[in-house]
């Protein structure tokens, strides 16, 4: 899902969209908000591996 969102985003800009709302690569928030939610599954696929184990 989040990788629909970022070449979403990526080819509006490309496209020559505006984001209204801020919603742009180069939006210092939506990278935070992106690095979390990448940690936050990597380490709920740790936990579901170590589980199998």
Known sequence: MMIY???LIGTMT???GQSST???FDNEVMWI????SL???YS?????RNSEE
């Open 14 to 16: 490309i496209l020559g």
């Open 5 to 7: 969102i970022i070449l």
């Open 33 to 36: 908000i992106f690095l979390m």
């Open 39 to 41: 940690f936050s599954m």
């Open 44 to 48: 709920q696929w740790k936990k579901l």
């Open 22 to 24: 801020g919603i742009a």
